[in-house]
């Protein structure tokens, strides 16, 4: 069992950046393959990043490559996303995520079997 909470949200002007961190309790978290999410008002949960366990491997969605860089730290249990040069439409809740498998659909929602709460992170324009 995988518990995830993310920290780091707030409100960032255009152009700014932030950077989440979403801590992990339990013993599987350096096997664990990671990911980060968002979820904006109306629309679907979409895939940003995502990390294999010993982050040999990192993976990016289209629409945040060469902004965002996912990475993590296995001896504090803890997982980061870096988000640089911030858009407007970047805002949204984001949601880290958990697997203990790997799966070849690493962007996918239905690939993790944890998710954190979530932390909403604002961009004004």
């Known amino acids: 069992q995988v518990q995830l909470v993310e920290s780091g949200g707030g409100l960032v002007q255009a152009g700014g950046s932030l950077r989440l961190s979403c801590a992990a309790s339990?013993?599987?978290?350096?096997?664990?393959?990671m990911g980060w999410f968002r979820q904006a008002p109306g629309k679907e949960r979409e895939f940003l990043a995502a990390i294999t366990p010993s982050a040999i491997a990192k993976y990016y969605a289209d629409s945040v490559k060469g902004r965002f860089t996912i990475s993590r730290d296995n001896a504090k249990y803890t997982v980061y996303l870096q988000m640089n040069s911030l858009k407007p439409e970047d805002t949204a809740v984001y949601y880290c995520?958990?697997?203990?498998?790997?799966?070849?659909?690493?962007?996918?929602?239905?690939?993790?079997?944890?998710w954190g709460q979530g932390t909403q992170v604002t961009v004004s324009s």
């Open positions: 995520a958990a697997r203990e498998t790997f799966s070849s659909d690493y962007y996918s929602t239905a690939a993790y079997s944890y």
């Open positions: 339990g013993r599987t978290f350096s096997s664990s393959h």
